[in-house]
Structures are given as structure tokens and as C-alpha cells.
């Protein structure tokens, strides 16, 4: 797990990132921008779940830990949208 970003990425962001957009339903991972405060636990980075609403300007997004569904708002620069195989 990173800790900390590269020399030549250090203070930069993807301002698409930041003003990304998802739907409710959409299947999302948590991907974590070293450049911004997560405030989540590290077993959250990499784990998928789906999208339930949109609160202010950050996303809920429920996630199972365990086999049980835990809820999280987390800002849309540390989300990654995925596509679904049907």
C-alpha cells in the first residue's frame, strides 16, 4: 500500500477526479488520493460497492465487511467508477 506519492505527482490532483459524477447503482471501488484527508480505515482501500445517493458533495456508498453492509460517505475523488459484467 502507498504511503506516500511520487516526487513528480507530489501536490498534484485529477480535476476530473475531484468533479466526477455517479448515478445511484453504479458500482464503485475506493481507490485512496494520497493528496486529500481519507479518514477511513486502510482495509476500505480497494473495496467495492454500490452507490446509494449523493449527500452535499460527497457519495454514500454501501460496502460489505464481512458479509455484513456497512455504509460510508466518502468524497468522489477517492472513488473509481467500475464496470459490472452481465
Given at each position: 500500500?502507498?504511503?506516500?506519492k511520487n516526487i513528480?505527482?507530489?501536490?498534484?490532483?485529477?480535476?476530473?477526479?475531484?468533479?466526477?459524477?455517479?448515478?445511484?447503482?453504479?458500482?464503485?471501488?475506493?481507490?485512496?488520493?494520497?493528496?486529500?484527508?481519507?479518514?477511513?480505515?486502510?482495509?476500505?482501500?480497494?473495496?467495492?460497492?454500490?452507490?446509494?445517493?449523493?449527500?452535499g458533495s460527497a457519495?454514500?456508498?454501501?460496502?460489505?465487511?464481512?458479509?455484513?453492509?456497512?455504509?460510508?460517505?466518502?468524497?468522489?475523488?477517492?472513488?473509481?467508477?467500475?464496470?459490472?459484467?452481465?
Open positions: 500500500m502507498l504511503k506516500y513528480h505527482e507530489k501536490g498534484k490532483f485529477s480535476l476530473m477526479r475531484f468533479f466526477q459524477k455517479f448515478m445511484v447503482g453504479d458500482s464503485v471501488a475506493v481507490v485512496k488520493n494520497l493528496g486529500f484527508k481519507f479518514g477511513y480505515p486502510k482495509r476500505l482501500q480497494g473495496r467495492t460497492g454500490k452507490v446509494l445517493e449523493k449527500r457519495y454514500y456508498v454501501e460496502i460489505k465487511d464481512l458479509n455484513k453492509p456497512k455504509r460510508y460517505s466518502i468524497k468522489p475523488i477517492h472513488l473509481k467508477k467500475i464496470e459490472v459484467m452481465k
